[in-house]
Each structure stands twice: as C-alpha cells, then as structure tokens.
C-alpha cells in the first residue's frame, strides 16, 4: 500500500513537471507562425515579468542589460547561421539597440496581443489548477479503494472464520464474482436487498445470489435451510417457541410494545399450540404464506398508536396484531410482516428495480383499514387479484350497508372507514359484535394462573380497588362514584396524570405484569363508563377481579357518540363492555354509576363473595389456536360455493326481528355464510314458507324475507346479506346456527 502511493506520488510529481513545461512552452507554440519579432518580444517580456515576480522590484537599467544580453545572443546566432542573402552586416552596438528600441515601440503598438497572451497564460494556471485538482481526487479515490480492499480482505477472513461459510468452488457459476462485486456496490441502491437480509457482509451477498437469485452456488451451511424455505408443498408444523419471529420484530420501533407482549407470553403461547396439537390432529395442514401487514403501526398512518403504546395510549390494536402473529407462527405458516410502504412494495415486487419480488402470491393477507388502503395503493389496479385473500382487521366491526359503497352513498351512510365493498366476513373483529363479520378476537394474559392459584383465592386479597382508565379525563365527573367505593375499598389508579380525588393511590402508567400483579391484589375492577370494549375488563376477571361495568343511558353508537363516530356501523351498546355484561353475575356487575344505592349493593354482594378467576376459552391462547386455524383451515371466501360451514349446522329461525336477535333467542348465532343457500323459493318452501310470489330485489337489507300475504323478496346482491336489521312489517327467514360454548365463532360441527 505505501509502495503504491510512493509510485503515484512520483507519477504525479512527473505529470505536474510535463505540465508546467508544457504550459510555460504553450505560449511559444502557439506563437511560432507568427512574427519573429512578437515572440522575442514577448520572450523578453515574459522574462522581465519572471524576473519582477522573482526579485520584487527590477531596475530598469537590469532590464535593458538583459536586453542587451539577449541582443547579443540575437547577433551571435545571426553571424553564426548561414544566409542565404549573405552574411548580414556587422553593425555595432548602438545600431543594435537602436533596433532593440524599434523592437520596443513594435512591443507597445503590439501591447493588445501582450495582454491577451497574459490572459491565456492566467488561463493555463487555471488549467494548471484543475488539472492538479482532479489528480488529487484521483489519488484520492486511488487510497479509498485501497482501503476498501483491506477491509473487504479482513470481512473475507472474518467471515471464513466465523460462520464456518468459506467460499464455494465457483466453476460452474461464472458470474458469481462479477455479480458478488456489483452486489457489494450497489446493495444499498435498493432497499430490497436489505429486505432479503443483505446487510454488506460477503457471506449476506453470497447468500442472496445464490438463494434468491440464481447466480452462485448455494453455501454448504445453508443447505438445509434453503430446503425448509422452499415454501408451498411443504406442511405446517406447530412451533415449539417463537424465536424465528423476533428479529422481524426487532427491525422496526413500532413493534416495540408487539416485540414485548409477544416475548412476555412466549412460554403460554408454546404451551396453548402442545396442548391443542394433543386434542386435535394439527398434521397434513399445508404451511401458508401469510402477508401481514398492520397498518395502523406504519408511520404513513400517522396514527402514532406505537409510540403512544407506553404512554396511556389505546393497545386493543396492538394486543390484537401482537396474538395474531404469535397465533400464525405457533401454527406453524410462513408468517411475513411489513410495515411501510417500502416494504410493502418489496414484498409485492412493485417499483423495486431489479429485485425481485418477495412474493407475489401469498395464500392470506391480514391487514387493517388503513394497511388496505396502502395495499390499493401501492398495487394499485392489481391489487384486486388479492382481493378475497385478504382479512381486515377491524376492532368495532363493519356492518353490511356500511359495507356497501352505492348503498352507502344511496342512504347518507357514507364513513371514513365503511365503503370498502369486501364480504363482510373478511372483516375480523375484536369482540364477537355483529355476526356478519368473524371474531377474530384477542389473548387474555393469564400464563400464572396454574402457578401462583393461591394467590388467587379472594380472601387473601386485599380490601383494594383497581380502576379502569389510564387518562386522567375518564375520572372527571365520577368523584360521587368513586367515593362510595372507596367507603369499602382502598382505589387504586393507573393514570398518566396525578389530578385524582386525594385517597386514589396512583402507580402512574405501568407495564402489563405490572398491572396484572394489581389486579391479582384486588378484589374489584372499577369501569369509569370509558373506555368502550377495551380488553382489561376480561383481564381483569382473568386475575379473579369482579368487574363493575357502568351502564350507558342512552345507549350509546355512532348516531350519538363521538367516540363511534365515523365508525362503520350503528351498532349500539348499554353498558360499557357488552360482552362482559354477557357474562354477568358473579363476575360482572352491570351498575348504574348515578344510582348510589345500586353501586353499594353490587359492592356488598361482591365483597360477600368468592369468586374463581375466570377466562372464557376464546380469549385463551388455545382458544385463539383453535379458532385461527379453523378459520384458516376452512374459511374460504375465494370461491361463491358455500364450503364452511358445513350445512349441518344450518338451523332456520322465522321471526319479525333482526337475524342477530332472532338467532340469539334460539340460543344460536346468525350465520351469513348461509344466506345464499336460504335465498330461494325451493329452500324456503322446505322450511314451511310458502312463497305465493316473489321476487328478488337489492332494495333492502333483511331478504329473504316475506310479507303476510306470502309474497317473498330474495336478495340480489349478496353483500347486502345482512344479520342485524330489521323491517317491521316483514318476516326474515334467518340463517342461524349451535356453537361452541365459549368459542361463539366455531359451530359444533365446524372443527
Ligand atoms: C449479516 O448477514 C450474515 C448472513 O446472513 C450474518 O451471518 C451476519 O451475522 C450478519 N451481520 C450483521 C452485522 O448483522
Ligand atoms: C337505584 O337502584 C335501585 C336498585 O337497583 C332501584 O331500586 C332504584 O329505583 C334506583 N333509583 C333510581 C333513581 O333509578
Ligand atoms: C353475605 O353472606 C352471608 C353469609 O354467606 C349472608 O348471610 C348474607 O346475606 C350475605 N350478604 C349479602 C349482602 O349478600
Ligand atoms: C305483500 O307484498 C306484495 C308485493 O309488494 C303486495 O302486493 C302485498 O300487498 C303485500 N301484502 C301486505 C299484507 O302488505
């Protein structure tokens, strides 16, 4: 290396020498045709020049014995050479300078082509300049490469040394060097390549070429890993740990509090796949590629849910994505997450150069709302190919003529989050609200029930209160309410702000466990009316809490509360968490938070009691096991047949009412996936309606159904099916079906 730069340092002093002879030479050949005289001239000239810039100031007599110097030479050369007009002749000193003089006067009236002459000399400079300026910088560059060199020789070593990867013999796969070098140049061009898990090192380029393009051979240590990733014929295993998962998750900050609650229940989750593979044979299941991609997470969305994630903010979102993902990888698929754009783009190969895509057919998409969007948008018209494969998870739930796009600009239902025009089963909600859509629903930490039971038992916990609400506004207006309770218990708060009635004892926001040891010292789990359906009430019964879940008068939806607005649904709820007030007593206590009297009693009955913890089994991690798989398993929504569920299940109810309400009744849920296999004279003439005429129209949103004359209406556009309305003065015929006790969205037959 030293060697190297001693050399070019020499080049560069010669090239310098050529280019200042060169430069200082320029002038006389650029002058050789002209008159003889200019150039001495402008030899004299310059000399003089060099001369003044050499000594400071030059005498004039100094510069006319110069003259005279060079007039002599002049002569000497004259007499010397042969003339072919004779030898000129001899003239004496004073005739010569009278002529050095006429030279002189020949100098002033030639002093315009002097100064250009300066001029073009002041030009080479500048050339001069550059020139030394780019040998600099070739030099430069020269010394970086070098540099590079070393260090590529050091990473070549390290990596020999390391990773047990040593350089495959190359015989058979000529443009392994040529692409390994452009790779090594130009991986950053393309943040493709750093999606495939390039990251600059050799043996990440070695790799890459030979796995995911084809242009160098596989390295031996990865032989067996390649097999596995040969995806599409291979079978789903269940996974004994979710360690594959984790670096995914590392990559990006947003999955930081995802990262935390998944790593914190790794253990249960391992045990819930065991457990289920025991019951049910989990073998010949094909392993899927599965797109997931959170939307709500990506900072296109703007939705700052991550960051606010451990500040108080709301988590059902990132609960939710966090046991899907543990859900998916338990089960065994091929589980891809992105969360941008960028990666959204690399995965579907769109605008990615020449990367190539990461997969273009994946078997399952789960996104939300606002992931689908950006999934339009960035495949734009193609994106419809996906279509059916994709699951939208949707915390509230759209209903069907929310649903809708025409019928929602029809009937002024038009919301920022509805008109999206899916079946409305490919919506995946957080509780099991509106049947028309699946429950997907959520994990309930439990993992140390087995361990810690006794410290369960609610007569060793202590007289203690833990209220529900993070925010310090959900307090407002309750000080009455919170006063009853604490007449018995000491209130406990995990709040962001301390402007609390003075005996709440306030722990600031907390981490999950943290919360959970709380609730496993209380006995009762205090609702503030807010917020609506969040997932610590169940948490709370998981812990062996009671819950006092306070009524809503009127009840509230998006006709009349701010919070629903603009959600995709006129769903109404009477309590603050309908699915715990389904529940009920011993566990829940639905209170009237006005009605003191009511409060105290339920406080009494409650303190008076001993209760079990208590965990339905579709919040469980087996439970979401089972009914993920299922879902996966069987829910096709590709196909128009109805394949799932099985028909068996089918059980018709006829009633003036919403399906939803009709099916509840019967101690069943409404099933859509049955409504084409009802919407037909012939089926419903089997099922004891007699339709005297009929028709089918899409002006409604309860078909089939029929009036009191038998005259029946059959749906015509079949995602206007829908479970939760109702007409008056029609008969719905309603598709319901049985179901698992706590497992509402399986049927018995379905699994
Ligand atoms: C880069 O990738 C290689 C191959 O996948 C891996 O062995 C190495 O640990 C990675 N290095 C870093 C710094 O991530
Ligand atoms: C308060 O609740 C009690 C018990 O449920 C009930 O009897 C009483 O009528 C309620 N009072 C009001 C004002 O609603
Ligand atoms: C509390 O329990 C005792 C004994 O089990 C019973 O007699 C009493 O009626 C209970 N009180 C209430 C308010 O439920
Ligand atoms: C039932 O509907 C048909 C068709 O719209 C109508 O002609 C008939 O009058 C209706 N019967 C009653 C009782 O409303």
């Known amino acids: 290396m030293r060697k190297t730069t001693d050399t070019l340092w020499k080049t560069m002093c010669l090239i310098l020498g050529i280019c200042f002879i060169w430069c200082l030479s320029l002038p006389y050949f650029m002058m050789s045709n002209a008159d003889q005289d ?25 510069k006319m014995k110069r003259i005279i110097k060079i007039v002599n030479d002049l002569l000497n050369i004259a007499e010397s050479s042969d003339n072919p007009h004779g030898p000129p002749a001899l003239k004496d000193y004073r005739e010569e300078l009278q002529s050095v003089q006429i030279h002189m006067e020949a100098e002033k009236v030639k002093g315009q082509l002097k100064d250009e002459m300066i001029k073009e000399m002041h030009l080479d400079k500048i050339q001069l300049q550059l020139y030394v300026a780019h040998m600099e910088e070739l030099l430069k560059l020269q010394l970086e490469k070098e540099e590079k060199k070393i260090q590529q020789l050091k990473s070549d070593k390290k990596f020999e040394e390391d990773t047990n990867c040593p350089l495959p013999p190359m015989d058979n796969h000529p443009e392994c060097m040529g692409k390994l070098k452009w790779l090594s140049q130009m991986w950053k061009s393309q943040p493709c390549y750093v999606g495939y898990g390039v990251n600059g090192s050799v043996c990440s380029f070695l790799i890459y070429l030979s796995e995911v393009e ?11 890993l390649s097999k596995k990733a040969e995806a599409g014929s291979d079978y789903a295993v269940v996974r004994e740990h979710l360690t594959d998962l984790y670096p995914s998750l590392e990559k990006r900050s947003q999955f930081r509090w995802i990262e935390q609650r998944i790593r914190s229940m790794e253990r249960v989750w391992v045990e819930a796949g065991r457990s289920l593979s025991a019951k049910y044979n989990l073998k010949e299941r094909k392993a899927k590629q599965i797109l997931v991609h959170p939307g709500v997470v990506t900072a296109e969305s703007n939705a700052r849910i991550a960051e606010a994630a451990f500040n108080g903010g709301p988590l059902g979102e990132l609960v939710q994505w966090s046991d899907l993902l543990s859900t998916l990888h338990i089960l065994g698929h091929h589980v891809y997450l992105t969360a941008s754009l960028p990666d959204l783009r690399h995965y579907f190969g769109v605008d990615t150069g020449g990367c190539p895509p990461l997969h273009s057919n994946p078997d399952l998409i789960y996104t939300d709302i606002i ?24 915390t509230f739930g759209t209903e069907p003529d929310f649903n809708h796009i025409s019928w929602a600009n029809k009937h002024k239902l ?43 038992k609610s007569n ?41 009635p003075n005996y709440v004892k306030n722990h600031g926001i907390v981490k999950g466990t943290d919360v959970q040891a709380l609730l496993r010292q209380s006995k009762v789990f205090v609702g503030l009316s807010f917020p609506y359906e969040g997932p610590a009430p169940l948490e709370a019964l998981a812990n062996g809490c009671a819950f006092l879940n306070p009524k809503l008068n009127p009840p509230q939806s998006s006709l009349n509360t701010k919070f629903f607005k603009g959600k995709p649904n006129i769903r109404e709820i009477i309590s603050q968490h309908p699915y715990a007030e389904a529940i009920g007593e011993p566990y829940v206590w639905t209170v009237d938070m006005k009605n003191l009297t009511e409060v105290e009693r339920a406080l009494n009955a409650i303190l008076n009691q001993t209760i079990e ?19 996966i398993e069987k829910q096709d929504l590709c196909s128009s047949a109805v394949s799932w569920p099985p028909l068996s299940a089918l059980q018709v109810v006829k009633a003036q009412m919403s399906c939803k309400t009709a099916c509840q009744k019967a101690g069943l849920i409404c099933e859509p996936a049955f409504f084409p296999h009802l919407n037909n004279a012939n089926t419903l003439a089997k099922n004891n309606v007699d339709c005297q005429t009929s028709e089918f129209s899409a002006s409604g949103l309860v078909f089939p159904a029929y009036n009191s004359t038998q005259h029946c209406w059959f749906q015509s556009d079949p995602l206007l099916f829908s479970c939760v309305r109702s007409d008056e003065s029609l008969t719905r015929v309603c598709p319901c079906r049985d179901f698992i006790k706590d497992q509402i969205a399986l049927c018995k037959d379905c699994i």
């Open 613 to 631: 913890p208590y965990l339905p089994y579709e919040f469980s991690c087996e439970g979401m096991l089972q009914r993920v798989n299922v879902l």
């Open 38 to 62: 200019i150039i001495s001239m402008a030899t004299i000239n310059r000399l003089g020049r060099d001369g003044n810039v050499g000594e400071g100031t030059g005498s004039p007599e100094e």
């Open 460 to 500: 060793k916990r202590q007289n203690q209160a833990l209220v529900y609400g993070k925010r310090a506004e959900f307090w407002e207006g309750k000080t009455a309410y919170l006063d009853v309770i604490h007449k018995y218990l000491e209130i406990h708060g995990t709040v962001n702000r301390n402007a609390l």
């Open 214 to 224: 084809k242009w160098c051979p596989v390295l031996s240590c990865r032989v067996p």
């Open 371 to 394: 992931g689908l969007r950006q999934i339009k948008s960035v495949l734009k018209g193609p994106w419809f190919k996906y279509r059916c494969i994709i699951r939208v998870l949707d």
């Open 414 to 456: 038009a919301s920022p989050f509805g008109g999206l025009n899916m079946i409305p089963l490919q919506f995946y909600t957080m509780f099991p609200h509106t049947p028309d859509n699946t429950f997907l629903g959520f994990v309930v930490q439990n993992q140390l029930m087995s361990e810690q039971s006794e410290l369960f």
